[in-house]
């Protein structure tokens, strides 16, 4: 399986590093490439891996892809303020502000809606397959 949006990978181990942490993954970054709103959903596609493997290796879910959903989070929510990609808000990037936010809390409501579709869609996708592990079992 092959996310077009996805970044390379250099380095996978399910081998423990370091306390709370099962394994990791090590990605080529290209820093250089401009992204679509499907290459940011590849990606967050691609991190929860770590969440879809853990369900079909332990056949349960546990705190070890806390990290993996932080990200596909922040990514989901980068996609939906900073960059302007959501169709129910527009092309509007809010700005960074530590302590209040800069709309109100209806807007914050549709915020949070949008991100929650954001991953919804990515789980629900085609691309987005448990099941495609079953093969690769060893």
Known sequence: MVLEGAD????????????????????FLNENQLQSKEDLLDRICFILGGRCAEQH???EVTTGAYDDLEKAYNLAHALVVKFG??????????PDIQYTK?????????IDREI?????????APSFDCQALAPHQK
């Not at 800069?102 to 549709?110: D, I, S």
């Not at 929650?116 to 629900?124: A, G, P």
Request: no cysteine; proline share 6%.
């Open 57 to 59: 290796f332990f056949n």
């Open 116 to 124: 929650k579709k954001s991953l919804m869609n990515v789980r629900n």
């Open 102 to 110: 800069p709309y109100g809390e209806k807007v914050e409501a549709l």
């Open 8 to 27: 390379p990978l250099l380095k996978v181990t399910i081998i423990p590093r370091s306390k709370g942490a099962l394994g990791f993954a090590q990605y």
């Open 85 to 94: 990609m959501d169709k129910e808000l527009g092309y509007i990037a809010f």
